[in-house]
Nanobody, 123 residues
């Protein structure tokens, strides 16, 4: 089993930045796909970004490309999401997610989820 704990959420003004962290425990995620989803009020949960911890390949939702950067640290079993140029539309609960095998990002249904961290962007 893998446990995921997010941190770093908060309130920020539009145009500002936040850095989310995801701490994994229970097993090393050095060969996993680890990423972020978000869910805004009354909306479905949506994919944000993922990193393949072996090799470092990254993928992003079109809505965050150029603004968000996902990175991983295998030595610390951590994944980060640097969010810049934040918009009110980025307001959501952000969830860290992971899977030991990830072959299709479009249809990815993670095996493990964190509890989420709230990000609120004010206009």
């Amino acid at each position: 089993q893998v446990q995921l704990v997010e941190s770093g959420g908060g309130l920020v003004q539009a145009g500002g930045s936040l850095r989310l962290s995801c701490a994994a425990s229970g097993r090393t995620v050095s060969t996993y796909g680890v990423g972020w989803f978000r869910q805004a009020p009354e909306k479905e949960r949506e994919f944000v970004a993922v990193i393949m911890m072996r090799g470092g390949s990254t993928y992003y939702a079109d809505s965050v490309k150029g603004r968000f950067t996902i990175s991983g640290d295998n030595a610390k079993n951590m994944v980060y999401l640097q969010m810049n140029s934040l918009k009110p539309g980025d307001t959501a609960v952000y969830y860290c997610a992971a899977s030991p095998y990830l072959s299709n990002i479009v249809s990815w249904r993670p095996d493990y989820w964190g509890q989420g961290t709230q990000v609120t962007v004010s206009s």
